[in-house]
């Protein structure tokens, strides 16, 4: 049996469980990096933007095409990979710039972000569970800003908030347009992101394990992690996709605990902790409604 074949009959939750685990040192690579913020977004976007090219060629000599028509991407594909890369410039600036779980805390609110874009949007009617859940985790997350407001923390706060509102808005643009090739929008917007970032860095700064650090996240961390949650999307309910990579945050913040001895504040674990079980609660709920509409469809098919 080929790979594909073996990799299509895994459960999604599965791959989506298998792409937090790779995204989760994202932030702790991030911190391990010596080189200025400029020069890190640089070559992590750069490096990315050279895995998702051979990627997207590789596709495309797959189905016969020629290089231009395996990379070139529609209107919808290039506003999909501005989104993108705006979601991973701003968080490096922010996990630079803020205690790594304050934003892997704020990163956790993209479903709810990305439902209420939906809702004024793209006129997406949403449960009354998305709206409740929307308030708490406001609250918690206005605690959290509140408490860095002025200090050292408010600038990486408010980058990841912006994060946490590209990666909505890309999650919506896939949900809104099946047809478009994710691998060919995450290609335009990290290169466009490049060369924006390039007058700003100094390529040749980088020393020592930077550019292990930086390889890492541009052709592992970053792609393998975002191509194997956008394949579970399409796999599971999308309830059970946010309920999984909130493990991220968890993850995440271990790690860097761990290894720099970064520890939360009193603000961060409180916030952390109600952002966290109001996602969890919601997710499940969510799965439950999806079990229920299910067994109902079932049930008027065989009537």
């Known amino acids: 049996m ?19 685990v790779i995204l989760s040192p994202d932030a702790l690579l991030l ?16 490096f990315l933007a050279l895995a998702l090219l051979l990627v997207a060629l590789w596709n495309g000599a797959k189905k016969g095409k020629g290089i231009v028509q395996s990379i070139r991407p529609s209107g919808f594909e290039m506003l999909t990979g501005l989104f993108y890369g705006g979601t991973c410039t701003l968080f490096m600036f922010s996990v ?23 809702v004024f949007i793209f006129k997406r009617a949403q449960p009354m569970r998305t709206w409740v859940a929307s308030v708490v985790v406001f609250v918690a997350l206005l605690s959290l800003f509140s408490a860095g407001f002025g200090g050292a923390n408010a600038l ?34 990290s290169f466009i992101v490049t060369l924006v970032l390039l007058p700003m860095a100094a390529p040749l ?16 961390v970053l792609p393998v992690s975002f191509l194997m949650i956008s394949y579970a999307s399409r796999k599971i309910p999308a309830a059970e996709v946010s309920l999984i ?50 067994a109902d469809a079932k049930a008027r098919a065989a009537a």
């Open 31 to 46: 911190r391990l990096i010596e080189a200025d913020d400029f020069t890190t977004a640089f070559w992590r976007l750069g």
């Open 96 to 118: 630079r710039n803020t205690d790594a779980a304050n934003t892997l805390i704020i990163i956790a609110a993209t479903p709810l972000l990305a439902g209420l874009i939906g």
């Open 205 to 220: 700064s980088p020393i020592g394990m930077d550019w292990v650090w930086l390889l890492a996240m541009g052709f592992w």
């Open 245 to 294: 990579m909130l493990n991220e945050a968890i993850f995440g913040s271990f790690l860097v605990w761990l290894f720099v001895s970064e520890v939360p504040d009193d603000m961060t674990l409180i916030s952390g902790t109600v952002v966290i079980t109001t996602l969890v609660l919601h997710s499940l709920l969510g799965l439950r409604a999806s079990k229920r509409a299910r």
């Open 2 to 20: 080929a790979l594909m074949d073996r990799f299509d009959k895994v459960h999604g939750g599965w791959i989506a469980l298998l792409g937090v």
């Open 156 to 189: 990486g706060d408010m980058l990841a908030l912006g994060a946490a509102i590209c990666m909505a808005g890309y999650f919506n643009l896939l949900g809104v347009k099946p047809e478009i090739d994710a691998i060919k929008g995450m290609l335009f917007g």
